[in-house]
């Protein structure tokens, strides 16, 4: 199962830390990704990594301000969100996948679909 925590309220501009923690399954095969859902959107991808080499892959709108990380050792996941904004305001949802992908600036992460274990989600309201 995985467990995400570290949401919050954060101000415009601020940052914020994401974890997922993972338990029940060998993590180290699996690759991981963010998933967000803003009120009244559909869940949409925002970065994953690779149980290969690391490697990541972000959507667009959040490029440059978000960095995914894991550490297989610790069983854990985590989201570094810099430079908050408004529209980063929704529910964060980890999840695993066991689709193997080496990820360049180019390569998208795996649809949902694809994922096999989700955690439930954790608020991040961005707002002064």
């Known amino acids: 199962q995985l467990q995400a925590s570290g949401g919050g309220l954060v101000q415009p501009g601020n940052s914020l830390r994401l974890s997922c923690s993972v338990s029940g399954f060998d993590f180290a095969y699996y690759g991981v990704g963010w998933f967000r859902q803003a009120p009244g959107k559909e869940r949409e991808r925002v970065s994953c990594?690779?149980?290969?080499?690391?490697?990541?892959s972000y959507v667009d709108s959040v490029k440059g301000r978000f960095t995914v990380s894991r550490d297989d050792a610790q069983k854990m996941v985590y989201l570094q969100m810099n430079s908050l904004k408004p529209d980063d305001t929704a529910v964060y949802y980890c999840?695993?996948?066991?689709?193997?992908?080496?990820?360049?600036?180019?390569?998208?992460?795996?649809?949902?679909?694809?994922?096999?274990?989700w955690g439930q989600g954790t608020l991040v309201t961005v707002s002064s």
């Open positions: 990594i690779s149980s290969i080499d690391g490697s990541t």
């Open positions: 999840a695993a996948t066991t689709v193997r992908a080496i990820f360049t600036s180019s390569t998208s992460c795996p649809a949902q679909f694809l994922y096999q274990y």
